[in-house]
């Protein structure tokens, strides 16, 4: 069964310094999303993503965040400079298209940890 | 703006016993979608069911059974005769009709199976 998937599983940074998260969704779908939860909290929406553009971002999505699907297949969530609050798990999720019977998938995560 | 409500932050039950998540939800849209997702320890989040607003049947999968009443905007979940593999955060979320179906979750509630 199609899966998305997540590189890295845990990612370690220090302050300040850029990362770039990695995703690779279900191959046909059309909508691609990333989340965040802070350790005990809630998933947060951040952003999704259609037909190369955002279509929606989250006020935590500030312009320390990007993201880009740069060859059809990955998407990418980059924080330029990351601070001690951008510690958190990153969900990657992706779906087939904007029909009432779709649903998100979600990726395994990346843990990141800033220093 | 949409909210998801789970009232219940963490629920202990002994294996065997039947346990009901709640989950209330608010919107001034008709036109929406409820989910649960399932996230274990490892981390995933597993996608359980979907519901769509103009759908009130009720819902029977396996020791699994949701709850969908519009009436007090509630999508609570319940699982029979539980089991330790059932230990768990289990998160509600609410998608309105439109092109980016973003999630709204709710804070989760963390069920714990005893042997």
């Known amino acids: 069964e199609p899966e998305v998937t997540q590189t890295p599983s845990h990612q370690v940074t220090q302050m300040g310094q850029e990362v770039i998260l990695r995703c690779v969704p279900i191959?046909?779908?059309?909508?691609f999303y990333w989340y965040r939860q802070i350790l005990g909290q809630k998933v947060e929406f951040l952003v999704s993503?259609?037909?190369?553009?955002?279509?929606?971002k989250s006020e935590i999505f500030d312009d320390q965040f990007s993201v880009e699907r740069p060859d059809g297949s990955n998407f990418t969530l980059k924080i330029r400079s990351t601070k001690l609050e951008d510690s958190a798990m990153y969900f990657c999720?992706?779906?087939?298209?904007?029909?009432?019977?779709?649903?998100?998938?979600f990726g395994p995560g990346t843990r990141l940890t800033v220093l | 703006a949409q909210k998801v409500t789970q009232a219940q932050t963490e629920i202990s039950v002994v294996e065997k016993e039947d346990v009901t998540l709640d989950c209330v939800y608010e919107?001034?849209?008709?036109?929406?979608?409820l989910f649960w997702y399932k996230q274990p320890p490892s981390g995933e989040l597993v996608f359980l069911i979907r519901r769509n607003s103009f759908d009130e049947q009720n819902e029977i999968s396996g020791r699994y059974s949701w709850n969908f009443q519009k009436s007090t905007s509630s999508f609570n979940f319940t699982i029979t005769a539980s089991q330790v593999v059932d230990s768990a955060v289990y998160f509600c979320a609410l998608t309105l009709g439109g092109s980016n179906y973003k999630l709204t979750f709710g804070k989760g509630t963390l069920l714990t199976v005893n042997p």
């Open positions: 993503f259609y037909n190369n553009e955002i279509s929606e």
């Open positions: 191959s046909n779908h059309l909508y």
């Open positions: 999720a992706s779906r087939r298209g904007a029909g009432r019977t779709d649903t998100q998938y």
């Open positions: 919107t001034r849209d008709t036109t929406y979608y």
